[in-house]
């Protein structure tokens, strides 16, 4: 059984940053990909960024330049470096593990950016 738990989310003001970080545990194979996702009030989830192991980060058009995902394989660890937040960025952010067609998600952290 794999586990994905998040963490990190919190209120900012537009234009600060935030970190937030994805623990997985369980039976997780390679090759694997990992991403993060998130879903604003009244709006379906949508890709922010993904990381295949040993490919190129990939992200949305709107996060790009302001978003760096990152992982570490060995402790099977998936961050997202958020700057220069705004508003609409404001959202659940998941974090999602794709391994042997099957995906597995987290419950979910809360990012809201407001003044």
């Known amino acids: 059984q794999v586990q994905l738990v998040e963490s990190g989310g919190g209120l900012v003001q537009p234009g600060g940053s935030l970190r937030l970080s994805c623990a997985a545990s369980?039976?997780?194979?390679?090759?694997?990909?990992m991403a993060w996702y998130r879903q604003a009030p009244g709006k379906e989830r949508e890709l922010v960024a993904t990381s295949p192991s040993g490919g190129t980060p990939n992200y949305a058009d709107s996060v790009k330049g302001r978003f760096a995902i990152s992982r570490d394989n060995n402790k099977n660890t998936v961050s997202l470096q958020m700057n220069s937040l705004k508003p609409e960025d404001t959202a659940v952010y998941y974090c999602?593990?794709?391994?042997?067609?099957?995906?597995?998600w987290g419950k979910g952290t809360l990012v809201t950016v407001s003044s």
């Open positions: 369980g039976s997780i194979f390679r090759p694997n990909a």
């Open positions: 999602n593990l794709m391994v042997l067609a099957m995906n597995y």
